[in-house]
Nanobody
Framework: QVQLEESGGGLVQPGGSLRLSCVAS????????LGWYRQAAGKERELVAR???????KYADSAKGRFTISRDKLKNIVDLQMNSLKPEDTAVYYC?????????WGQGTLVTVSS
């Protein structure tokens, strides 16, 4: 089974930046994409950014222009660079691995944007 370990969350003031990292271990056979999702208090989990095995990316409208997803294939790491953070970005961020047969999730890392 694939394991996903997130890190980089924390407290940051509005307008600040934060970089999240997800280290993937295990089998990568059948992997289609890696991504970041988030779930704010009282809201549904939503896609923030996604990158497939060919390097094509997809972003939520709220993340476009502020967030950047990248993947280091040699190190099996997917990062999410978050700039110009807003209080509404506060959420638990989850790493996701999408395979042809299903998906796997990390435990999540909390991001709090507050002054």
């Amino acid at each position: 089974q694939v394991q996903l370990e997130e890190s980089g969350g924390g407290l940051v003031q509005p307008g600040g930046s934060l970089r999240l990292s997800c280290v993937a271990s295990g089998s990568f056979f059948g992997l289609d994409a890696l991504g970041w999702y988030r779930q704010a208090a009282g809201k549904e989990r939503e896609l923030v950014a996604r990158i497939d095995t060919y390097g094509d990316t997809k972003y939520a409208d709220s993340a476009k222009g502020r967030f950047t997803i990248s993947r280091d294939k040699l190190k099996n790491i997917v990062d999410l660079q978050m700039n110009s953070l807003k209080p509404e970005d506060t959420a638990v961020y989850y790493c996701n691995a999408e395979y042809y047969y299903g998906t796997h999730w990390g435990q999540g890392t909390l991001v709090t944007v507050s002054s």
